[in-house]
């Protein structure tokens, strides 16, 4: 069975840092692009970062120059660094992760359940 944990969000007030984590463990064979999703209330999830195994990153324009996307791939891991937050970033966060079970060509999605991130005026 597959988990993808995140951890590290909080209360920050703007102008502030934070730094999300997202492991993934259980019988993974590999994993392709690592992503970052944010929903706040009343909005549509929407892809905040994502990163593929070879390092090649894709931002939001809402973020971009803010927000960096990095993983470790010995260790299943993708991370977030936030900086110069805004009240606007304030939304439920989800790991995402196209991965593989076994060696063949089926590609799933797992999600995490979410850390909050509010930023405060």
């Known amino acids: 069975q597959v988990q993808l944990v995140e951890s590290g969000g909080g209360l920050v007030q703007a102008g502030g840092s934070l730094r999300l984590s997202c492991a993934a463990s259980?019988?993974?064979?590999?994993?392709?692009?690592m992503n970052w999703y944010r929903q706040a209330p009343g909005n549509q999830r929407e892809l905040v970062a994502g990163?593929?195994?070879?390092?090649?990153?894709t931002y939001a324009d809402s973020v971009k120059g803010r927000f960096t996307i990095s993983r470790d791939n010995a260790k299943n891991m993708v991370y977030l660094q936030m900086n110069s937050l805004k009240t606007e970033d304030t939304a439920v966060y989800y790991c995402?992760?196209?991965?593989?079970?076994?060696?063949?060509?089926?590609?799933?999605?797992?999600w995490g359940q979410g850390t909050q991130v509010t930023v405060s005026s």
């Open positions: 259980g019988s993974i064979f590999s994993i392709n692009v």
């Open positions: 990163i593929r195994s070879g390092g090649s990153t």
């Open positions: 995402n992760a196209n991965l593989r079970l076994t060696n063949d060509n089926i590609w799933y999605s797992y």
